[in-house]
């Protein structure tokens, strides 16, 4: 699972140098914004390790921040961001309600911000899974495992 998720982080990453690749010269390094939940949790962890790994890869600079869990903390973080004048930025955002000044402020800068998982008013485009889909073939597989365990209810 860990090397799954280092491997689609990897995967957003580079998608976001070839989106930006066009509008910049080959003389400076792209600089990618990524805004992160927390950086406690292995599920993050592994996201930042494939940025990192794709920073190292592909020779651009990854700059790394967090709200440590906390909503005013990571828009703090975007928009200190969106003051350091990255590229693009990858938001995974805590609460998708709280961005909206910054995401304008982003935008007026001609930052594009790719979402994780979430979607955020302004994102060019969000990078996740269909957790409701999900969910539901879980469910299912999780009754069909029981009806053939216990048999079907009466």
């Known amino acids: 699972m860990k090397r799954a998720l280092q491997i689609v982080t990897l995967f957003v990453l580079v998608a976001l140098i070839v989106a930006v690749l066009p509008v910049f010269g ?51 973080a975007f928009e200190d961001l969106v003051n350091q004048g990255v590229d693009v930025i990858s938001l995974n955002p805590i609460d998708t309600q709280a961005f909206g000044p910054a995401m304008e402020r982003a935008a007026a800068a001609g930052i594009p911000v790719v979402c994780l998982f979430s979607y955020v008013e ?22 069909q495992q029981l009806i053939e365990k216990n048999g079907a209810a009466e």
């Open 26 to 76: 080959q003389d400076e390094p792209i600089r990618i914004g990524l805004v992160q939940i927390g950086t406690d949790n292995p599920f993050w962890i592994a996201q930042v390790q494939g940025g990192e790994e794709a920073a190292r890869r592909y020779g651009f600079e990854l700059t790394v921040t967090s709200g440590q869990g906390d909503v005013s903390r990571q828009v703090q």
């Open 122 to 143: 302004g994102c060019v485009t969000v990078v996740g899974l269909d957790e409701v889909t999900i969910g539901r073939m879980v469910g299912e597989f999780a009754v």
